[in-house]
C-alpha cells in the first residue's frame, strides 16, 4: 500500500496545510480579497487517506496537491492552500468531516469526495453551504439525480461503466454462465445491478458479501460461485475484498475470470490475493490509462512523489486545476466558483471536461476501459471499451 498521507483521529478532518501560510502574489490579477490578488485562499481535497480503501484516496489527493503546487510555483508564491480531509472513504464518518469542511470560509471548492456512499453522506452538507465540488471517481448514477447545485463529476457514471463491463463479458470474453456479487455499498451495489441488468440470462446467480474491512472469510461465496458453474465473477466492491475473494476461489480451484469496476483497480488488490493469483483479474474504469496522460504529469508526478500515477491521479489534477483557472480568473467566492463550473470547457491532461446541467460529464466526453493484471501486480490497459 502507498504510503498513507494523512490520519484520522476519532473521524475528525485533519487540515494539512501544505501549502504554507497563503502569502500572495500581488502581480495575479483583481479579485475580492485585500490587496488585490486572487491569492490567500484554500481548495480542499475530501476523501479517504487511511483505511481500507486508502490506496485509491492517496492516488487522488496525490493528483490534486501536485497540481496546486505547479500553481503555486508559477505564481511565484504560497497563493492557494491545500486543505485535506480523511474521510476514512466511510459513509459514517464522512459528514462529521464534512461539517469540518464548510466550517472554513476560506475553502473555495472540493476535489472529491472520491467514493459514491460517502458522496451520499456528504454532498448534502457541502450543497447547503454552497461549496462547489468535483468527484473524480464517484460513480454511482443516482448521485446527480439528487438536486445538489455544487454537484460535478468529472468521470462517467455507472451507466456507462455498467454495460461497458457487460459488453466486455459478453463480446470479449464470451461468457456464458456469470455469477454477480457485490458488497452492498453504494458503489459496489449500484453497479453490480447495472452489469446484471445488462447481462440478463447469463446471470445464473447473485450474493452479497459485507463491505471492505468487514470480512475475511468468503468461503461461502466461494462454494456458490463454484457450484453454479460460472466462468466469470463480476464482483461490486472494491480492492481488498476483491483480492481476498480472488485469493480463496484460487485456492479453492476455481479457474474462473475475476472481474470488477474501478474500485478494484489498484495494485492492493494483488496484495491482497497474491500477484500469482490476481493474473488476469479484468477491471472496467471510466478513465484513460494514467501513463498516457498528456503533458509532463507522468514525468512530474512520479518526481514528486517517488511512485507511478495510479487510478485517478491525472483526473484529480484536472480537477484541480479546473478550480485554479477559475480563481485565476477572479472567480474568488463559492458562488462565483460555482457558476464557472457551469460554462467551463476545459482541456486537461486526462480529458476534456464540460458539465451538464445536473454536474454530469458531457456524454460526448466519456470513455471506458478495461484493465488486467499481469505479473507485476498491478492492472495494465487492455483495450478501450465502447459505451455507445
Not at 106 to 125: T, Y
Not at 189 to 218: M, P, W
Not at 258 to 272: C, F, N, Q, T
Request: aromatic content about 8%; proline content about 3%.
Amino acid at each position: 500500500m502507498r504510503q498513507v498521507l494523512a490520519r484520522a483521529i476519532g473521524g475528525v478532518a485533519i487540515i494539512g496545510l501544505i501549502a504554507g501560510a497563503a502569502a500572495c502574489n500581488k502581480d495575479s490579477g483583481g479579485s475580492d480579497t485585500a490587496g488585490g490578488s486572487n491569492c490567500g485562499y484554500k481548495l480542499a481535497f475530501f476523501g479517504a487517506l487511511t483505511g481500507s480503501a486508502a490506496n485509491l484516496g492517496v492516488n487522488i489527493e496525490q493528483g490534486f496537491e501536485l497540481a496546486v503546487e505547479q500553481y503555486n510555483k508559477q505564481k511565484g508564491s504560497d497563493c492557494i492552500t491545500v486543505a485535506k480531509f480523511d474521510s476514512q472513504g466511510a459513509a459514517e464518518v464522512a459528514p462529521g468531516v464534512a461539517r469540518s469542511l464548510v466550517a472554513d470560509k476560506k475553502i473555495l471548492g472540493v476535489v472529491g469526495p472520491p467514493f459514491s456512499g460517502e458522496s451520499e453522506a456528504a454532498n448534502p452538507i457541502f450543497d447547503s453551504a454552497g461549496i462547489p465540488i468535483i468527484t473524480p471517481s464517484a460513480t454511482r448514477t443516482s448521485l446527480s439525480a439528487s438536486g445538489w447545485k455544487v454537484f460535478h463529476r468529472a468521470v462517467a457514471n455507472d451507466d456507462a461503466q455498467g454495460p461497458a463491463a457487460a459488453t466486455y463479458i459478453k463480446d470479449v470474453m464470451k461468457a456464458q454462465k456469470v455469477f454477480v456479487a457485490d458488497d452492498q455499498s453504494a458503489y459496489g451495489a449500484g453497479l453490480a445491478d447495472v452489469v446484471k441488468s445488462k447481462l440478463g440470462a447469463l446471470v445464473v446467480q447473485t450474493d452479497k458479501t459485507e463491505g471492505d474491512g468487514k470480512q475475511t472469510d468468503f468461503s461461502a461465496l466461494v462454494q456458490k460461485v463454484q457450484s453454479s458453474g460460472a466462468t466469470a465473477l463480476f464482483y461490486g466492491g472494491y480492492y481488498t475484498n476483491a483480492g481476498i475473494i480472488r485469493k480463496q476461489l484460487t485456492a479453492a480451484g476455481w479457474k474462473g475470470t475475476l472481474l470488477g469496476g474501478d474500485g478494484m483497480k489498484d495494485p492492493g488488490l494483488s496484495k491482497a490475493s497474491g500477484t500469482a493469483a490476481a493474473i488476469g483479474t479484468v477491471v472496467t474504469c471510466p478513465c484513460s490509462p494514467p501513463e498516457a496522460a498528456g503533458g509532463t504529469f507522468v514525468n512530474d508526478y512520479k518526481a514528486k512523489w517517488n511512485v507511478a500515477a495510479g487510478t485517478y491521479s491525472d483526473v484529480a489534477f484536472d480537477a484541480a486545476n479546473i478550480f485554479l483557472q477559475g480563481i485565476d480568473a477572479g472567480n474568488t467566492t463559492t458562488e462565483k466558483l460555482n457558476t464557472y463550473l457551469s460554462t467551463v470547457n476545459y482541456k486537461g491532461i486526462a480529458n476534456t471536461y464540460k458539465f451538464t446541467d445536473k454536474g454530469e460529464l458531457d456524454p460526448s466526453l466519456i470513455k471506458v476501459w478495461a484493465f488486467k493484471f499481469d505479473q507485476s501486480g498491478d492492472a495494465v490497459k487492455d483495450q478501450e471499451i465502447k459505451t455507445s
